[in-house]
């Protein structure tokens, strides 16, 4: 099958550097190969320096069928494999349109991140609603003095 795909002349990149660059979560598969997962596939390493796209799913889906055959007649990548509602496309991954394509068609999620103004906020709050809070340490012979002079400690109760 012909292929629109440029070469590159970068280095070739693993699973581990694609999903680094794109902020991705890098799982293992039963074997214990890297691999990035999606809504509707898959992506690890295919072999030669390329990465494997792979579309999959428990059972068939008419969305998954159209993101195949739009990826097959866009020439993005090189088929490899292709039955019913699952597929394997071979891609550059130093490639950006194609590393975008395959993004947004197994719809892979970037890790979350959040800002360090949101970050300051969330440890001042969970400093305020701790529940062992931190008490002020008092001299060693200021408990006499408070029980001398009749106040209440934590636990009475008056009449």
Same mark, same amino acid.
């Given at each position: 099958?012909?292929?629109?795909?440029?070469?590159?002349?970068?280095?070739?990149?693993? *699973?581990?550097?694609? $999903?680094?660059?794109?902020?991705?979560?890098?799982?293992?598969?039963?074997?214990?190969?890297?691999?990035?997962?999606?809504? @509707?596939?898959?992506?690890?390493?295919?072999?030669?320096?390329? !990465?494997? $796209?792979?579309?999959?799913?428990?059972?068939?889906?008419?969305?998954?069928?159209?993101?195949?055959?739009?990826?097959?007649?866009? @020439? /993005?990548?090189?088929?490899?494999?292709?039955?019913?509602?699952?597929?394997?496309? &071979?891609?550059?991954? $130093?490639?950006? /349109?194609?590393?975008?394509?395959? !993004?947004?068609?197994?719809? !892979?999620?970037?890790?979350?991140?959040?800002?360090?103004? @949101?970050?300051?906020?969330? @440890?001042? !709050?969970?400093? &305020?609603?701790?529940?062992?809070?931190?008490?002020?340490?008092?001299?060693?012979?200021?408990?006499?003095?408070?029980?001398?002079?009749?106040?209440?400690?934590?636990?009475?109760? *008056?009449?």
């Amino acid at each position: 099958m012909e292929t629109n795909q440029r070469p590159t002349t970068a280095r070739a990149m693993g *699973t581990r550097a694609f $999903a680094a660059k794109y902020r991705l979560n890098v799982q293992q598969d039963a074997c214990g190969n890297p691999i990035i997962s999606g809504k @509707h596939g898959d992506i690890g390493e295919y072999g030669d320096g390329r !990465l494997c $796209a792979c579309f999959w799913g428990g059972n068939p889906s008419k969305t998954r069928s159209r993101r195949i055959a739009a990826t097959a007649n866009a @020439h /993005i990548g090189q088929l490899i494999q292709r039955g019913g509602d699952e597929a394997q496309f &071979a891609f550059d991954a $130093a490639d950006p /349109i194609a590393a975008r394509w395959f !993004l947004r068609t197994l719809q !892979l999620r970037a890790k979350r991140s959040i800002g360090q103004a @949101h970050k300051d906020r969330l @440890h001042r !709050l969970s400093e &305020a609603y701790s529940p062992i809070r931190r008490r002020a340490q008092s001299a060693p012979g200021a408990t006499a003095g408070i029980r001398a002079s009749g106040a209440v400690q934590a636990g009475q109760t *008056t009449r």
